[in-house]
């Protein structure tokens, strides 16, 4: 078994994927160092970065070590040493956690202080400062502190998942003989304090900033009175997010996933992050009285959840955020008072975050009210907390229609939110399905039904992005609103397979995994490299998420070695390794972080010069190929084919946020100066105005 694995990877060599993630993350952090971003823009990629790291600890890290626990036997299965690569992933996060100190010590820091904005600790305060900070501190803080004393008992104590301790020595009693050493955990209320950071009184133009944790710090000799001196360090925990749940799906589902967020709090620690000048005496203390391990321990800094910037404040200063981008309108469905009646005439792509998302809340808020429409059907991934589409399908519930609502209850760290819509639409007499036993429903998928002059028409909505309000505000993506009735029939299909969980559907059009997606795209990729065998021109464009599953990857080394030109934008994941002679030297990779996540997933196949267009749900991974149900749909449109080659051509020819897959920045001979975004919204902006005519 190993002596197999190994003569596929000696065959076909592979990046790490836990590496290749640590990579896109550290892409992330280039943001965050690169003064060309605006400053308060920076700071969020600094909050961008260290949430990602805080949610890869609590799934990658923590399945990492399951796997190292297994036993010799079992590991030997895997495909890599469970162990090798978790001591490879703690030196990179290590050396990352390393570089977002100096970025925020010599780069943030002093950026903000030239623009008037100051980070003050609990060393910098002025007199009235230090007046203000006491005051607030008694009034906002100090009944929210519960101290717990770390003594030479057995007591353990829990601490919670992503939240802020301090770990506090005291000293040197002020009216006794004898030198007394006490240690506390205290936590800091950032929650119930409602933020991070504690706004100081303003001083002509300058601004003043301080963390609750400093705040905290300067009032510990208020506190206890009875010490002099005072140390305290900060401390996080991050724990196993338990989330093999799609392994357990006998029984009530709902329930299992409710049990899961409860162990999420609860779960085992994947590690502990501390400032690397706490004491070794307090360190051990930590360590005694939570049953962390030494393994668990990961050196940080001063400051931890880094996270918590996301609420720094702006102090209304529009000039270190990046230039407005007014959400543009579609030229062609604004005119239109009714979506379901424009859609008979046509399909549309509208394009998120640079188009409204209104057209989609207008589409499904219409058939809800609509008395000719008799069903609606919808898949729910990710839903805003407030989400109108979600009150639109209860609406239409409660009007009487036929209302099918597919929920995943598996959609990471949104499985809350998708409960008490659930409930919501299930009280309303909707249809819900909890998602597909041992699968998870990860397609964004809409189908209306309409009862036309005694006749039965269909309109459908295919989207790579969730039917989320908030993100669709960050997230690029597309969305295709038709009546096609090759897309509109297999569709109607993938619910059918919802409902009936019977895998016996023939989709003519429509991709679907894990029925006929992995199959059709190999298909695809095959009829790539028989045309350049015979001499054809064949190439392929691929913009993906990620790029991890090992039989396409195989496939695509296959293609250039026939001659087939392949050019991947691959924003996260990409475990194939470009450039090597004789296996991938026609295949390129490239990457774009920048103002907003590419989320989109577009394959171009050239097809002897009848190009095929999928957009698709599905990224080319294992979990998405064969453990979801995922869409991909094609484009038959001319001008939405015109259009979607246009974008994806700024991408490839951006030369400003492109990166290789080692991180440095795409030099082409012949720069461009071409950034993809902004090129992006530049040509959504411009459509539908006359074109100038230059005199």
């Known amino acids: 078994m190993e002596k197999n694995t190994a003569d596929k990877q000696k065959s076909y060599p592979l990046l790490n994927r836990e590496l290749s993630w640590l990579a896109f993350n550290y892409r992330v952090l280039q943001e965050a160092k690169d003064r060309q971003v605006p400053l308060l823009e920076r700071i969020k990629f600094m909050a961008i970065f260290s949430s990602n790291l805080d949610e890869y600890f609590k799934v990658r890290v923590a399945t990492l070590k399951r796997l190292i626990k297994l036993k010799k036997k079992t590991r030997q299965q895997l495909s890599h040493d469970p162990t090798d690569t978790f001591d490879q992933v703690m030196q990179e996060v290590r050396r990352q956690q390393e570089e977002l100190g100096e970025v925020f010590r010599d780069g943030i820091l002093p950026d903000l202080r030239q623009n008037s904005i100051h980070l003050l600790t609990e060393h910098d305060l002025s007199p009235e400062q230090e007046e203000f900070v006491q005051q607030y501190f008694k009034e906002h803080i100090q009944h929210l502190l519960s101290p717990m004393l770390l003594d030479d008992t057995e ?22 003989a004898v030198q007394e050493r006490r240690f506390i955990l205290m936590e800091v209320p950032t929650r119930k304090h409602g933020g991070r950071f ?95 391990t030494e393994d668990e321990l990961v050196a940080g800094s001063k400051y931890h959840n880094f996270r918590d910037f996301f609420q720094f404040p702006d102090f209304n200063l529009p000039d270190l955020k990046y230039s407005s981008q007014p959400t543009l309108l579609h030229p062609q469905l604004e005119q239109e008072p009714s979506i379901l009646e424009a859609m008979q005439k046509k399909d549309y792509m509208v394009h998120y975050p640079y188009q409204s998302f209104d057209y989609v809340l207008r589409l499904f808020n219409e058939a809800a009210h609509d008395p000719k429409v008799t069903a609606i059907s919808a898949t729910l991934y990710r839903v805003a907390d407030n989400s109108a589409i979600a009150k639109s399908l209860v609406k239409a519930a409660k009007n009487g229609k036929l209302v099918t609502v597919v929920v995943e209850l598996k959609a990471r760290f949104d499985e809350a939110s998708n409960i008490f819509w659930a ?226 051509d700024f991408q490839l020819a951006d030369d400003m946020k492109a990166r290789n897959v080692d991180n440095t920045y795409a030099q082409p001979v012949a720069p461009t100066h071409l950034r993809a975004q902004y090129a992006t919204y530049h040509y959504l902006e411009n459509q539908g105005k006359p074109e100038k005519i230059e005199r």
């Open 198 to 292: 504690v706004k100081l009184p303003t001083v002509g133009e300058q601004r003043y900033v301080m963390f609750i944790d400093d705040v905290i710090r300067y009032c510990l000799p208020a506190l206890y009175p009875e010490y002099t001196v005072f140390q305290s360090h900060a401390i996080k925990v991050s724990r196993d997010a338990e989330l093999d749940i799609e392994d357990e799906l006998s029984g009530d589902l709902m329930s299992k996933i409710r049990n899961s967020l409860k162990k999420r709090e609860t779960g085992y620690p994947a590690r502990l992050l501390y400032d690397p000048e706490t004491p070794q005496d307090l360190l051990k203390a930590i360590v005694a009285h939570t049953g962390i």
């Open 155 to 176: 007591t353990n104590f829990f601490l919670k998942d992503q939240t802020i301790y301090l770990a506090i020595c005291m000293s040197e009693p002020a009216q006794t």
């Open 423 to 648: 409930g919501k639409l299930q009280k309303a007499g909707a249809n819900v399905i909890l998602g597909v036993p041992d699968l998870k429903v990860h397609s964004k998928l809409g189908l209306i039904v309409r009862n036309e002059d005694g006749k039965l028409a269909r309109y459908a909505y295919l989207s790579t992005g969730n039917y989320n309000e908030d993100t669709s505000k960050i997230y690029c993506d597309h969305a295709l609103f038709t009546s096609d009735r090759r897309l509109t029939k297999d569709v109607e299909k993938v619910f059918n397979y919802f409902i009936d969980q019977q895998p016996d559907k023939n989709f003519e059009h429509l991709l679907v995994a894990p029925l006929t997606m992995r199959e059709k795209f190999a298909e695809l990729v095959d009829r790539e490299i028989n045309n350049a065998r015979q001499g054809l021109p064949a190439s392929m464009i691929l913009k993906m998420n990620a790029l991890q599953d090992e039989s396409m990857i195989r496939k695509l080394y296959k293609a250039s070695q026939a001659g087939v030109k392949i050019q991947l934008i691959v924003r996260g994941i990409c475990c194939l390794i470009p450039g090597i002679e004789g296996l991938s030297e026609l295949i390129s990779v490239r990457s774009i972080v920048d103002r907003y996540l590419e989320h989109a997933r577009v394959y171009i196949f050239h097809n002897n010069g009848k190009e095929e267009y999928y957009i698709a749900s599905a990224d080319w991974m294992t979990r998405n190929l064969n453990r979801r149900v995922e869409v991909a749909f094609p484009i038959y449109q001319e001008d939405i084919r015109k259009e979607m080659r246009a974008l994806i």
